[in-house]
């Protein structure tokens, strides 16, 4: 019997939140090794299960199954296909990314939108590319109703360290309403995604605050706070930020890092929360620079550490104050 396994990572934005919303901004999304799973196996119907969740379904719609079956609807789609004319199969999705009930927040939405898709791909032997399964899941999300920037997608599709410049999404819904999906997946949407390799001797660490929140409550709390000033400033230190990575360039990464997390701090009190706000106080001292990551008002910050000991020091000094290592890598 054919079976296929295939996972999808997480995402943690390292430079450019916020600011990406806007078309044509730069964001810096680094994939997190923390990982997904789905097995796709022959069978009679379409049988769908996720760990999320304690029951199965079919492809009669159901809410919290939404973002799987949608990614279905549009590969069928996609192909010209009705899911009669395909190979039944089942589908079982593993891997929550989460603890005790509480999300890390690295993406798991966009995670599992990508992993469905890449796991039909597998199965039916389609061999999408990382773009074709960017613009799919996108797609996707913005049949849904998404409101992000499919900044997440982008870095979980590429499953790498990513320059991500967005689109114009309200662009790409009106053709979603008016054109076919083969029409609209030919179209250039504007989008650039860039694999970026760091040449940069340094540790990256993730701390988990354990305090979930929700990016589409947040972006909605932000979004009229977002200036032509701070989109200008963000996607300044976001170019020099990428450049300084590339080049090895540790006093501009920091600074670029500095900015952006000042940015934040600037644009709305909600994005600093407290836990947040001592996860970044922990570098203190270190060759360190932290900021808040993704929304904000919770989920994970980021690190990046020039020295061992330094590591080992905020690794001790978020323990203090309840964050959790969930991550740790060298970026070069
Ligand atoms: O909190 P996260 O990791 O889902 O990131 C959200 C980043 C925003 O720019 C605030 C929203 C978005 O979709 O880009
Ligand atoms: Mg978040």
Same mark, same amino acid.
């Given at each position: ?110 995670? /599992?939108?990508? *992993?469905? !898709?890449?796991?039909? &791909? #597998?199965? $039916?032997?389609?061999? %999408?590319? =990382? ?128 900015? /952006?997390?000042? *940015?934040? !701090?600037?644009?709305? &009190? #909600?994005? $600093?929360?407290?836990? %947040?706000? =001592? ?54």
């Amino acid at each position: 019997m054919k079976m296929i396994k295939v996972q999808t990572g997480g995402k943690l934005y390292i430079a450019g939140e916020y600011a990406i919303l806007t078309p044509g901004q730069t964001a810096i999304i680094k994939n997190i090794p923390i990982h997904m799973t789905a097995v796709v196996k022959e069978a009679k119907d379409i049988s769908l299960f996720s760990d999320m969740f304690d029951y199965a379904v079919g492809m009669t719609p159901d809410s919290k199954y939404a973002l799987i079956q949608q990614s279905i609807v549009t590969l069928f789609d996609y192909l010209g296909k009705s899911a009669e004319e395909m190979p039944a199969f089942s589908l079982e999705i593993t891997g929550k990314m989460e603890r005790d009930g509480k999300k890390f927040g690295i993406g798991s939405s966009g995670s /599992v939108t990508v *992993l469905t !898709l890449k796991a039909l &791909s #597998a199965f $039916y032997e389609l061999n %999408l590319s =990382a773009d074709l399964l960017f613009k799919l899941a996108s797609y996707t999300l913005l049949k849904l109703g998404d409101n992000g920037s499919m900044g997440d997608i982008a870095c979980i599709a590429y499953d790498d360290l990513v320059a991500f410049t967005s689109f114009d999404r309200q662009q790409v819904a009106k053709w979603i309403e008016k054109e076919s999906i083969q029409e609209v997946l030919n179209k250039d949407w504007g989008y650039q995604i860039e694999v970026i390799t760091p040449a940069l001797p340094c540790e990256f660490l993730v701390g988990w605050t354990m305090q979930p929140s929700i990016s589409k409550d947040m972006i909605n709390l932000v979004k009229s706070a977002i200036s032509q000033e701070f989109l200008a400033a963000t996607e300044k230190e976001v170019q020099i930020c990428k450049q300084a990575l590339q080049t090895g360039d540790k006093e501009s990464v920091k600074k670029a890092l500095q900015n /952006v997390s000042d *940015l934040l !701090l600037g644009l709305s &009190s #909600a994005i $600093y929360n407290d836990k %947040l706000l =001592a996860l970044k106080a922990a570098e203190d001292g270190l060759d360190v620079i932290a900021k808040s990551s993704g929304s904000g008002g919770g989920d994970c910050g980021i690190a990046i550490s020039f020295n061992r000991e330094d590591s080992q020091e905020l690794i001790k000094r978020w323990q203090e104050v309840g964050i959790e290592l969930l991550d740790m890598e060298e970026l070069a």
